[in-house]
């Protein structure tokens, strides 16, 4: 059986080998005060129209839940930095939060880390593992703090002393014992600029977001019709995912640049939001097919730009 330390040499070579911005690892634990705080979260009815979350909460508190992966011991994390140069004034990609600019970030993240747990497997034959990035239900920014990566800030994000905030996340649930990290402390100390820059108090301190309020969740729900409320609240703003508490965090300020696959893609740097309003459906679809704006919709995407336009 390969030891923990070998393991955790390998993850190391494996992750630097895949570009990641960073990486760590946890042991499987219970999560006890996690546990309290995702009740009493779901109980206050802040996690609005994000059900599975009430419905899969007990995978959501244990990678090792039969469900999900049986005996999984570690949890590795990795973070991608989504800080690229911005794109022109006036251009679509300004009218839209970075995860969206370049390519879907679920892929990105989802193929580095297959890259990942394939090499684990040449190395330390007969381990098992689970991939997630978002696509299963696991407290992914939890396991990122116990891995050291950052902590979670009152916007609510993983803030890494390095990267901020902009950045993406995902991991690799493991059958076997990898050396761990220790848990990042806390950074935020008495900064509440995240707090005053929501422009819908969707964030309180407490480092729990109102998904009913929040305009992230807003632009990106198919089954929310962009009615005459939300119209009014996203004009001037963001079209898809907002990126307001992020912005006003003092550690995203001078971040380097972040991984070249998140460039933001050149539709979105070269056409202003209103040329792509003026495309033919079919055009405008082919144009996001590579973004994760894809899985809303062209149609829905289209109406929150023209309420962003004013
Ligand atoms: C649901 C969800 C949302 C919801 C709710 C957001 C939220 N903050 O929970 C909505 C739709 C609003 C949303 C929006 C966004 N999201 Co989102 N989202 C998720 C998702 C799928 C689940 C998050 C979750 O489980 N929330 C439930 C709450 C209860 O869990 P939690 O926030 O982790 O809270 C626990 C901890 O905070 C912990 N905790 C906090 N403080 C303390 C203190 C102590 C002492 C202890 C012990 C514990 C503790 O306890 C809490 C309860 O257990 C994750 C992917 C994943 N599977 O993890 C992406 C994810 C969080 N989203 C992401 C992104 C990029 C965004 C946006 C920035 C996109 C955008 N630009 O528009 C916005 C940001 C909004 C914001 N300020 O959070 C990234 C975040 C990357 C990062 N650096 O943190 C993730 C990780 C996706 C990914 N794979 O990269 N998102
Ligand atoms: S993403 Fe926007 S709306 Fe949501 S909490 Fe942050 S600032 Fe508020
Ligand atoms: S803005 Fe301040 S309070 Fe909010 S996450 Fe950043 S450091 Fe923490």
Known sequence: ????????????????????????VSRVEP?????????????SGRHGSCTYLERRADILLSPDHPDFLDGARSVIMISL???????????????????????DYH???ARRLRSILS????????????????????????????????????NGLLVQPAHGSFTVLGGIAVDAEVEPDQPAEDGCGDCRACVEACPVAAISGDRLVDVRACLSRLTSEQDVPCGVDLSARLAGRSAFGCDLCQEACPHNDS???GDPEFEPLSF????????????????AEALIEDTSISSTGVARFRQNLASALG
Do not use: Y
């Open 1 to 24: 059986m390969t030891s923990p330390a070998a393991l955790r040499q390998a993850v190391n070579d494996l992750a630097g080998d895949a570009r990641c911005a960073s990486w760590g």
């Open 31 to 43: 999560l006890v005060e996690e546990h309290r705080r995702l009740l009493s979260w779901i109980r």
């Open 81 to 103: 930095s989504i800080a690229r140069p911005d794109p022109p004034r006036g251009s679509l990609g300004m009218s839209v939060a970075r995860h969206v600019r370049g390519l």
């Open 107 to 109: 892929e990105v993240v």
């Open 119 to 154: 090499g684990l497997k040449v190395r330390a034959g007969g381990i098992h593992g689970r991939v997630f990035v978002d696509t299963a239900p696991v407290m992914e920014k939890v396991w990122a703090q116990r891995a050291g990566l950052g902590w979670i800030g009152r």
């Open 255 to 257: 971040l380097p640049d």
């Open 268 to 283: 979105m740097k070269e056409m202003s939001a209103r040329e792509f309003l003026a495309l033919d459906g079919e055009r």
